[in-house]
């Protein structure tokens, strides 16, 4: 059992340094000059220490170590930036998503006014759900909740299905770049959090 388990710690590692030695040099896949790190800051409401956490002997950001948020920034900038255009083709940056906030993503519990999938018959009802749980990997009660009667309620209103419901009207409306609509299974590949940061607990 060793053997399998050095290499995944190998691979792991490898996976690590590579992410580090994207952030180094010229040939980094985001604008590290000052405008272009004041630029990204904004965009997402924060100041550079968000990212930029490890500090030298001296306690100055030390902006060269590889950290959760800041291989989370690169994660986008390939996967989303470069990888996305709005409905109409424009080109997509932080502010297209964030506009100034690092959580943007609702997560309240308020009942919506109306429900997303209204109107459909129950089979088609059904075939998106298996969409949603197939691609992040989840079951039913990852979004729904139960009622009083113990039963799953599927118009109760949780934090789950607030986000899903977001990213499913604004997030799919982009199109890949070629050309090509984007779905759950895109981005979160059977993974409910798949992005870097998630291991450091956030959400």
Same mark, same amino acid.
């Given at each position: ?13 490898? !996976? ?7 952030? =180094? ?6 604008? !590290? ?15 550079? %220490?968000?990212?930029?956490i490890?500090?030298? /002997?001296?306690?100055? /950001? *030390? ?6 948020p800041? =291989?989370?920034?690169?994660? +986008? ?8 255009? %709005?409905? *109409? ?16 993503i /609702? ?13 459909? =018959? ?22 729904? !909740?139960?009622? *009083?009667?113990?039963? +799953? ?5 949780t @934090? ?6 977001? +990213?499913?009207?604004?997030?799919? %409306?982009? @199109? ?6 984007? !779905? ?20």
């Open positions: 059992m060793r053997g399998p388990r050095i290499l995944l710690s190998l691979v792991a590692l490898v !996976t690590w340094v590579d992410a580090g030695r994207a952030d =180094e040099g010229h040939n980094h896949v985001l604008d !590290t000059s000052q405008e272009g790190m004041k630029a990204i800051a904004k965009s997402i409401g924060v100041k550079c %220490t968000h990212c930029h490890a500090k030298t /002997p001296d306690g100055k /950001p *030390d902006f060269s170590p590889m950290s959760p800041k =291989e989370t920034a690169i994660h +986008m900038k390939i996967h989303f930036v470069d990888s996305l255009k %709005t409905a *109409d083709g424009g080109d997509v940056d932080c502010a297209t998503c964030h506009n100034g906030v690092a959580n943007f /609702p997560r309240g519990t308020e009942a919506p006014a109306t429900r997303m999938m209204a109107g459909m =018959e129950r089979p088609a009802v059904m075939g998106v759900m298996k969409g949603f749980t197939k691609s992040l990997g989840v079951k039913c009660l990852f979004c729904h !909740t139960k009622g *009083d009667n113990g039963r +799953m309620d599927p118009t109760i209103p @934090k789950h299905r607030t986000m899903a419901r977001y +990213m499913f009207e604004n997030f799919t %409306t982009f @199109k890949r770049v070629d050309g090509s609509s984007p !779905t759950c299974q895109s981005c979160h590949q059977g993974k409910a959090e798949f992005l870097p940061h998630h291991g450091d607990g956030a959400e």
